[in-house]
């Protein structure tokens, strides 16, 4: 018996720029900013990405610091990264299409040396699907679905 849990969501495309989804009851957009002809209705694909990552390393750090009966009373993520749009408005460039780098910088709010805390997110990021994803290679495949048949 497989241990493998599955995740996944369904996005359409609606008008202009404007992606939906209905993940599990919860209404989420994707947009881009004005400038970049949306209409700024939600973050952009890649600021998603990056919150994502945020998100998972602190949820994960919510789980181990009650496994360790560590007082976590809070924890907060900043992640930054670097890309060259060239790619993805179908420039030619040397550059991946997307991030280069991604930067975790967290701030942990515990009763913790600088140390221990800086072995804590260690730890944390080592258990964090996310992270792994971006720091090891996933495979990715793409097809096409069978087309809806509506009665």
Do not use: W
């Amino acid at each position: 018996m497989s241990a493998d849990k599955r995740v996944a969501v369904q996005a359409s495309m609606e008008q202009g720029f404007l992606v939906s989804a209905d993940i599990r009851g919860h209404q989420v957009q994707i947009d881009q900013p004005e400038a970049a002809r949306g209409t700024d209705q939600g973050p952009t694909p890649l600021e998603y990405f990056l919150f994502s990552l945020g998100g998972c390393i602190c949820t994960i750090g919510r789980i181990a610091a009650m496994q360790q009966k560590i007082d976590l009373r809070g924890m907060k993520v900043s992640v930054e990264g670097d890309y060259n749009p060239a790619g993805l408005l179908g420039k030619p460039s040397d550059d991946p299409t997307g991030f280069k780098q991604i930067s975790v910088a967290a701030e942990i709010d515990a009763d913790m040396s600088d140390e221990d805390k800086q072995a804590f997110l260690d730890a944390v990021c080592e258990r964090c699907p996310l992270h792994a994803n971006i720091k090891l290679e996933t495979q990715v495949t793409h097809h096409l679905m069978e087309p809806s048949c509506v009665i």
